[in-house]
């Protein structure tokens, strides 16, 4: 479905006093509904395609929000080129404006037969994996539930306080962090994702389900370490930007 959709809410991430992130909650229609993991399309009057002046250019961006909740979504913006509609959205429209949503899309989501899920990020790819474990937590979920997430430095901790929430309320929650660029602040971690990864004592015989997203090198490296650690295919699910 096609609806227009105005922003109630906006959290913005600066490095350097430059904004970098956005998370928008936007308003949905009553009969909206998703699954954890979906993605919608967004766009603009004001933002066209160069290839095609006459039609709009569309974002496709992963929900955030848990499906439970009901009336909104939410969305994580990295901020673009000028040209794009994350930067539009980001840098020239503010709470009570308006933009275009399609959607849902995709079938990236949390499959039912698992004895542990771990969740893989990096940077805004937290967005998918924070609607599946939020909405796997709202619904007392009570199996072991990790997640990884690496960023490039500490203005880019995305969710902090939302993360260390569930940790306190949910027992078989957990989460690590990293990053790339200097030590997290968290536990003084510096360095990549995958180097978390490469510390834990996981088997492969363990029915583990494995879900990442971020960029694609990223995702194919951990794809790959995964695999060779010895899990099979069909137990890692992924999605990259």
Same mark, same amino acid.
């Given at each position: 479905?096609?609806?227009?959709?105005?922003? *109630?809410?906006?959290?913005? =991430?600066?490095?350097?006093?430059? *904004?970098?992130?956005?998370?928008? /909650?936007?308003?949905?229609?009553?009969?909206?509904? !998703?699954?954890?993991?979906?993605?919608?399309?967004?766009?603009?009057?004001? @933002? %066209?395609?160069?290839?095609?002046? /006459?039609?709009?250019?569309?974002?496709?961006?992963?929900?955030?929000?848990? +499906?439970?909740?009901?009336?909104? #979504?939410? $969305?994580?913006?990295?901020?673009?080129?000028?040209?794009?509609?994350? =930067?539009?959205?980001?840098?020239?429209?503010?709470?009570?404006?308006?933009?275009?949503?399609?959607?849902?899309?995709?079938?990236?989501?949390?499959?039912? &037969?698992?004895?542990?899920?771990?969740?893989?990020?990096?940077?805004?790819?937290?967005?998918?994996?924070?609607?599946?474990?939020?909405? $796997?937590?709202?619904?007392?979920?009570?199996?072991?539930?990790?997640?990884?997430?690496? !960023? %490039?430095?500490?203005?880019?901790? #995305?969710?902090?306080?939302?993360?260390?929430?569930?940790?306190? %309320?949910?027992?078989? !929650?957990?989460?690590?962090?990293?990053?790339?660029?200097?030590?997290?602040?968290? &536990?003084?971690?510096?360095?990549? @994702?995958?180097?978390?990864?490469?510390?834990?004592?996981?088997? +492969? %015989?363990?029915?583990?389900?494995? =879900?990442?997203?971020?960029?694609?090198?990223?995702?194919?490296?951990? @794809?790959? #370490? #995964?695999?060779?650690?010895? !899990? +099979?295919?069909?137990?890692?699910?992924?999605?990259?930007?």
């Amino acid at each position: 479905m096609e609806f227009e959709s105005k922003i *109630l809410k906006a959290v913005d =991430y600066r490095e350097e006093s430059v *904004l970098s992130d956005r998370i928008v /909650t936007l308003e949905t229609p009553k009969e909206f509904e !998703f699954k954890a993991g979906q993605f919608v399309m967004i766009g603009h009057d004001a @933002v %066209k395609n160069k290839n095609n002046p /006459t039609q709009l250019k569309w974002g496709s961006m992963s929900i955030a929000s848990s +499906p439970q909740k009901k009336g909104f #979504l939410e $969305l994580v913006l990295s901020i673009g080129s000028p040209d794009g509609i994350t =930067y539009f959205v980001g840098n020239k429209r503010q709470v009570g404006d308006t933009i275009k949503v399609r959607g849902p899309f995709g079938v990236f989501g949390v499959r039912e &037969n698992f004895d542990e899920a771990v969740f893989i990020a990096t940077g805004t790819g937290i967005a998918p994996l924070m609607a599946m474990i939020s909405g $796997l937590l709202e619904s007392g979920e009570k199996r072991k539930l990790k997640l990884f997430f690496g !960023f %490039k430095n500490n203005a880019k901790f #995305l969710y902090e306080k939302e993360l260390f929430e569930f940790a306190k %309320k949910n027992p078989n !929650f957990s989460f690590e962090i990293i990053c790339s660029r200097e030590p997290a602040k968290l &536990n003084q971690k510096q360095g990549y @994702v995958q180097d978390l990864l490469r510390q834990q004592k996981w088997d +492969p %015989k363990q029915n583990i389900h494995f =879900y990442i997203c971020g960029t694609p090198a990223a995702v194919t490296d951990i @794809v790959n #370490l #995964l695999k060779e650690t010895g !899990f +099979p295919s069909d137990h890692i699910h992924f999605e990259q930007w």
